[in-house]
């Protein structure tokens, strides 16, 4: 171990240590593989991290016997093509270099376990395949020997900002030049036709070829300002984006800044990890100049004080770790004070290199505001070159000329060509006779579609056996219906009822009494049925599943198309179905769906077993397992429902509340709730908590544990989120405190000690509390996946995604 060092270079004679086999010089400052280690054939653990190696010397085939080499945070910009000959390699980590293309052959490294190649500016293959794995690497590069290269410069571009900020407008006279140009200010009010009315539209997703000449193309989402869409939009901020954040100029006002601009910043922050972020501030013309000019710097001067307050804290929180890891670990576990107490270094290491990552990963926001008149051709076009500049700039958008092979971009276009464009989905086999046509047989139609998924084109779930006969290949049509279910306005969901049930007499499954021929009573009748449905989904996120189709009129006709449709709607977290046990048809009752996000009621309905708003009720047998997140800079939108959905396969018998769920794993009751934050003081916080009496502590554990590794797995789609865990101490919970002793949640991940019945907690006067009350019978998963590539990677509904910026963290663009 020669960690951490400062070593620039190897003795000589270092190379007649011919019996090493593994040998860590991460954190040192070799400019140069040290050539010494190259004659050193028995090698087979090479840890050579954190460096500044610019290249890998041809000759590393020589370490025949490699097993491990861990080459990231380097500034390597090409891989010697010999590298493919290590063919014994299981670990190979890459991440945080300058690497672009990868050597041909890539698949002889097939027993390559552990991947990591984040973090690169990757275009040959994309980011999108390297991050599949060596298989898909392979098969890439395969396709590639068989068919031209292609390259398709195409950037996602995300209109985000609060309701009415002017990003719609701003989306028209960008793409379609119809206010800007010869037209003026004068004609405005008729050269754009006006806004629909609010909550009518949605997300909105156009293409826009900002410079035909170089083939630039943007894809433009327009995400609806309403909170309503909360839920859904996080799935559309994928990483490799340009992030446009909206202010209305005219409106803003210094102390607006946390709702207009710093929180939408930390949602994106949170989500995608270094992301590009352009401020443009529209209603210029309703600002005198002089006003103009002091809220643009007003805006510029409260971003930087949130980013510096936010690194400050970032720091402070790394600060601690180093302090607990300088001491040793016999002594932390002695100390019940102190922070992380009992917390391995490994795990202190673990929670550094996060805080690192938070640190080194900051957005990259560009400077300065930029005010737009949409009436302002000059502005505009301002703005136009502005986007184009930054899209071109190769680094801040290093894989913006992806290398393809021709196939895979024909099977995309064919996908889009009528008559199949109109169509919501293709079966299997319908793609694979587009594949034909493009020159793709079966065999190389898998990773081509696992391709156009990853980049966002079309939805094909490999892996799901429900979807995975499907290509979800009508994206604008999909962001359609999922606009028909945040719309929360009651008048136009009764209206598209209304109009979907005309003519539903001969419809499938569960109909309204006698359609044919409607009397005005019936009419009535119907009216008021679906008024009471309307309202059950609006309070409580109910529907059956027959009114649902009614209301997805006329995107979902068939019965088996709208099955498909509440599949896709489950594996994305919006809803889940009430009474359809998992895998089996509901033998011709009808299914209801319930919409977490929709949920109403304050507190759950009461169950027989539970009679307050915690668990406390049971103090006199049970002991409380409480798990608690929180979340000090944001919670992520939409988290609690996604996740409402997400547990629904581990519980039963389950009542939901808009902050509460109450159910039972087995027997078991469980609650999971969440607390919004109040003030700096109290961040938003998230608690997963049982009981059982202690004896059986353990049924308490597996009740919540699944649930934990559920939640840390939906986390994971926020690589850039901060937030903590903690064991409250079940103690402090029976008395009731209001202010309970939290335990590192690391612990959760670590084995019991042995040889400890109590533990030290530190309030009450230092009170002891059973060893099995704090860590779980065996140790959970943090990060479910941390030994392979492929499960660590967090998940991602990437409607579209695109390029990656230059410094890319860890992402899988997949539900
Ligand atoms: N005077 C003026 N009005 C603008 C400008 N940009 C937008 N507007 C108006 O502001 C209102 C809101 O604009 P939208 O484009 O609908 O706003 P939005 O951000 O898409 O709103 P949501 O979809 O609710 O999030 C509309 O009436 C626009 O005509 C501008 O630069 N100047």
Request: proline content about 7%.
């Amino acid at each position: 171990m020669l960690d951490n060092n400062g070593l620039q270079a190897l003795p000589e004679q270092f190379s007649h240590l011919q019996r090493l086999k593994m040998l860590n010089l991460s954190s040192n400052l070799f400019e140069e593989f040290p050539a010494a280690l190259l004659p050193l054939a028995g090698m087979e653990e090479l840890y050579l991290s954190r460096n500044q190696l610019t290249s890998v010397p041809s000759l590393i085939s020589g370490l025949g016997r490699l097993l491990t080499l861990w080459l990231d945070n380097n500034r390597i910009r090409y891989l010697p093509d010999s590298i493919v000959e290590l063919t014994g390699l299981e670990e190979l980590v890459l991440q945080g270099n300058q690497i672009a293309v990868l050597p041909d052959n890539f698949g002889q490294l097939s027993r390559v376990g552990l991947w990591k190649i984040k973090d690169n500016p990757l275009i040959q293959p994309p980011y999108e395949v390297c991050m599949k794995g060596i298989p898909y690497i392979a098969a890439y590069q395969k396709e590639l020997a068989h068919s031209q290269p292609a390259v398709q410069p195409r950037l996602k571009l995300l209109l985000m900002g609060h309701k009415a900020s002017g990003k719609t407008l701003l989306r028209h006279c960008l793409t379609e030049e119809r206010v800007g140009g010869s037209q003026g200010g004068a004609d405005k009010e008729k050269s754009y036709s006006p806004s629909p009315p609010p909550g009518s539209k949605g997300i909105e997703v156009t293409s826009w070829t900002a410079d035909a000449s170089r083939g630039l193309r943007f894809i433009v989402y327009d995400l609806a300002g309403d909170e309503s869409y909360e839920v859904i939009q996080p799935f559309f901020l994928s990483p490799g984006a340009l992030y446009v954040l909206v202010v209305n100029l005219a409106t803003y006002e210094p102390c607006f800044f946390p709702t207009t601009v710093g929180s939408f910043l930390h949602r994106v922050g949170a989500r995608v990890p270094h992301a590009v972020v352009c401020i443009v501030g529209t209603h210029a013309d309703l600002c005198a100049e002089r006003e103009l000019e002091e809220k643009c710097l007003d805006i510029h001067r409260q971003i930087a004080l949130q980013e510096k307050h936010d690194a400050e804290g970032l720091n402070r929180l790394a600060q601690v770790v180093d302090e607990a890891l300088a001491r040793d670990f016999e002594l932390r576990s002695a100390s019940p004070h102190a922070a992380y107490y009992g917390v391995s270094d490994k795990n202190l290491r673990r929670r550094k290199a996060h805080f690192q990552y938070l640190l080194n990963h900051r957005l990259q926001i560009l400077s300065p505001v930029l005010p737009v008149s949409c009436w302002d051709p000059r502005l505009l076009q301002r703005l136009r070159d502005k986007l184009l500049s930054v899209a071109e700039h190769r680094e801040i958008f290093p894989n913006l000329h992806r290398v393809l092979p021709r196939s895979w971009q024909v099977l995309e276009e064919l996908h889009f060509q009528p008559p199949q464009a109109q169509r919501l989905w293709l079966s299997w086999w319908d793609s694979a006779r587009l594949g034909l046509q493009a020159g793709l047989t079966e065999d190389r139609l898998q990773s081509a579609l696992s391709y156009l998924h990853e980049s966002g084109k079309l939805l094909y779930f490999e892996d799901s056996p429900a979807l995975k006969e499907h290509v979800f290949h009508n994206l604008t049509r999909l962001i359609d219906i999922l606009n028909v279910f945040f719309q929360r306005d009651a008048s136009l969901l009764l209206h598209k009822l209304l109009l979907g049930t005309n003519g539903e007499g001969e419809a499938e499954g569960e109909s309204f009494p006698a359609m044919a021929l409607p009397t005005p009573n019936q009419d009535v009748l119907r009216a008021t049925q679906l008024h009471h449905y309307v309202e059950g989904f609006l309070l409580h996120g109910l529907l059956p599943a027959h009114v649902i189709r009614l209301l997805l009129k006329p995107h979902v006709q068939a019965q088996q198309d709208l099955q498909l449709l509440l599949e896709l709607l489950e594996k994305m977290g919006l809803c889940y179905c009430l009474n359809k046990p998992k895998g089996k048809p509901l033998n011709g009752s009808t299914a209801w769906y319930k919409f977490p996000c929709y949920v109403q009621n304050e507190v759950p309905h009461a169950e027989a077993w539970i009679n307050g708003t915690n668990l406390a009720g049971q103090s006199f047998v049970a002991e409380q397992l409480q798990i608690e997140y929180s979340f000090p800079f944001t919670f992520p939108p939409g988290l609690f429902a996604r996740y409402s959905v997400q547990i629904n396969s581990h519980v039963v018998h389950r009542s939901d509340g808009k902050f509460q769920i109450f159910a039972y794993r087995g027997k078991v009751p469980v609650v999971v709730s969440y607390r919004p934050a109040k003030g700096v003081l109290q961040p938003d916080t998230l608690s997963i908590a049982s009981h059982a009496s202690l004896p059986n502590i353990w049924t308490a554990w597996q009740a919540i544990t699944p649930l934990v590794e559920e939640l840390n797995v939906l986390l994971q789609e926020w690589p850039g989120l901060h937030y903590t865990v903690h064991i409250l101490c079940s103690k402090c919970l029976k008395r009731g405190s209001p202010n309970p002793h939290a335990f590192p949640g690391e612990l959760l991940s670590q084995p019991r000690p042995e040889g400890v019945a109590e533990i030290i907690c530190p309030k009450n006067g230092s009170e002891r509390v059973n060893v099995a009350l704090v860590y779980p019978p065996t140790p959970t998963v943090i990060s479910p996946c941390s030994n392979s590539w492929s499960l660590n990677e967090p998940r991602t509904f990437n409607i579209v995604g695109n390029q990656r910026p230059q410094a890319y963290s860890c992402w899988k663009k997949h539900l």
